[in-house]
């Protein structure tokens, strides 16, 4: 990396403070959520190699149904989250082969904004696989649990019908669940009307609420900002930390983007939380507390980069993303001063789902394009592109040993990098 050696992300947290924390335990392979075991876009488990091959080796390639869930890893299995007709199916495939292991599936009517209409009717969050549970958030608020060793239902909510003619969300219900060892947590509702909601995991029994704002599209993450434990995210209107001990909302930062599009997973960057929405810039944000109250306070705002649907990722002490202009650009920002380090050349697409591994970026574009880039002192180089569909590509990689598994408008494949 030159002069400027890449630092571990968890290093650089741990030695400031700000910790993200996991999840329920994981084994150290899996890729169990959304964004990976940190919800991050960090992997610590997959094997990069010395030099990238010409060509990716697919090893199996399974119809599974539309949407822009992104595929999980856990137990040696690949669970997905896919439309069928009007019905949401969840299915376990073997990691080896593809083949089936179990599928379950439920009616999931489910009718489009007329402005969202090319993003397809689902599903769009990201399965949660967690002590041996997966937990799925369908596009039209229906939250459930399985067992994921045999798919038997365990518990389904069905929110759609408490927020009955509220203003639903253009795009459909986009949060990815957040599983802890205690409660599984996603925000549901629509605009003007929503709840963050803690269930329990095993019962589906309701721990607590937060009703303060209506939802969004951002996936919350678990963080621990100087020893007290905090669900942070983007509502509606606002960046938020709620207690996970009892709902209760710790601060928040009013952020409204055109059409409520709050899309952006906040990230951890040493004692700064980082997020960002269409044309509102990147902000930084350091918690500090005084008399038993939080308050945030801006560090940094950096306006010439602002990210839409992609979220970043830490590398060392800098931010690397999309940005929305040029048709997409990727940056690279200082982390410290929110400097604007380095910028591409633009025309990404709409969004690239990014990913980090050691000193490695993985970007899959919307264009089913899967980008090898490693940051330099003041650029990224493209190290290797490889063509990995023939259709969009929105969901996320999952990043497994030396597999990545990709999930297009219809499919998902797994990869092998030899």
């Known amino acids: 990396m030159g002069n400027r050696a890449l630092l571990s992300a968890r290093a650089s947290i741990l030695g400031l403070g700000l910790i993200l924390l996991p999840g329920a335990v994981a084994a150290a392979e899996d890729w169990p959520q959304w964004r990976g075991p940190q919800r991050d876009g960090q992997s610590a488990g997959f094997i990069a190699p010395k030099v990238w091959p010409k060509q990716l080796k697919r090893l199996w390639r399974v119809e599974i149904g539309e949407g822009h869930a992104s595929p999980v890893v856990a137990m040696g299995r690949v669970f997905v989250l896919a439309r069928q007709d009007d019905n949401e199916v969840v299915r376990a495939l073997d990691l080896a082969d593809g083949k089936q292991l179990w599928s379950q599936s439920y009616a999931a009517p489910f009718t489009m904004s007329l402005y969202a209409m090319s993003h397809g ?141 709050n899309i952006v997973t906040p990230v951890v960057l040493g004692d700064r939380i980082i997020f960002s929405g269409l044309g509102k810039g990147t902000f930084a944000y350091r918690l500090e507390k005084s008399q038993g109250r939080w308050s945030p306070v801006e560090v940094w705002h950096n306006e010439e980069v602002s990210m839409y649907m992609s979220s970043p990722v830490v590398v060392g002490d800098r931010l690397f993303g999309l940005a929305n202009r040029k048709r997409g650009q990727f940056f690279l920002l200082d982390g410290a001063t929110g400097k604007t380090l380095w910028t591409g050349d633009g025309r990404i697409g709409d969004n690239a789902a990014i990913l980090r591994a050691g000193e490695t970026i993985l970007a899959l574009t919307t264009g089913s394009e899967l980008l090898v880039l490693k940051p330099e002192d003041d650029a990224v180089k493209t190290v290797a592109r490889y063509q990995v569909a023939d259709t969009p590509t929105w969901a996320h990689p999952a990043l497994v040993g030396n597999k990545i598994v990709i999930k297009d408008r219809t499919s998902v494949a797994a990869w092998e990098v030899q």
């Open 121 to 261: 009717k689902g599903a769009k969050s990201t399965p949660a696989a967690a002590d041996g549970r997966l937990f799925t958030l369908g596009i039209g608020n229906v939250f459930s649990a399985w067992d994921a060793q045999s798919g038997r239902p365990l518990w389904q909510h069905d929110f759609a019908k408490r927020f009955t003619g509220r203003s639903m969300l253009y795009y459909g219900t986009a949060d990815s669940p957040l599983v802890t060892r205690d409660l599984a947590v996603a925000y549901v509702g629509g605009r003007g009307a929503g709840a963050l909601v803690a269930l329990d995991p095993a019962s589906g029994k309701t721990r607590w609420e937060y009703t303060g704002d209506g939802a969004a599209y951002a996936s919350p993450i678990l963080a621990d900002v100087q020893g007290t434990p905090q669900i942070v995210t983007q509502s509606q209107t606002a960046c938020i930390g709620i207690s996970p001990a009892d709902g209760s909302r710790l601060w928040s930062i009013p952020f409204v983007t055109e059409y409520d599009q």
